[in-house]
């Protein structure tokens, strides 16, 4: 079992940043795949951004590439979302995911097997 913790979030004016972090607790977070979603009001949840076990393999969504960079820490068990440029569309309550399949960067949000409980980001224009 893995429990995964966001924060960092806040509001932003457009064109600004917000780093959100993500702790997992266990001793096994490098085992794990790790993956940013959101999700705003009326909308389904959709992938912003993933990183495999060693950081070496990165996927993002289109509408963030270029803008966004997903790390991670395996010494601290955390992984990172750096959002630059933000845009009001980019209003969303973020989550973290790990998927066991360790070795992927999974852009579906049904391989993903643990969860954490949300972070808002609210983007003003």
């Known amino acids: 079992q893995v429990q995964l913790v966001e924060s960092g979030g806040g509001l932003v004016q457009a064109g600004g940043s917000l780093r959100l972090s993500c702790w997992a607790s266990?001793?096994?977070?490098?085992?794990?795949?790790m993956g940013w979603f959101r999700q705003a009001p009326g909308k389904e949840r959709e992938f912003v951004a993933a990183?495999?076990?060693?950081?070496?393999?990165?996927n993002y969504a289109d509408s963030v590439k270029g803008r966004f960079t997903i790390s991670r820490d395996n010494a601290k068990n955390t992984v990172y979302l750096q959002m630059n440029s933000l845009k009001p569309e980019d209003t969303a309550v973020y989550y973290c995911?790990?998927?066991?399949?360790?070795?992927?960067?999974?852009?579906?949000?049904?391989?993903?097997?643990?969860w954490g409980q949300g972070t808002q980001v609210t983007v003003s224009s």
């Open positions: 266990g001793r096994t977070f490098s085992r794990y795949a």
């Open positions: 995911a790990a998927d066991q399949t360790a070795w992927m960067a999974s852009t579906n949000r049904g391989e993903y097997d643990y």
């Open positions: 990183v495999n076990w060693s950081g070496g393999m990165t």
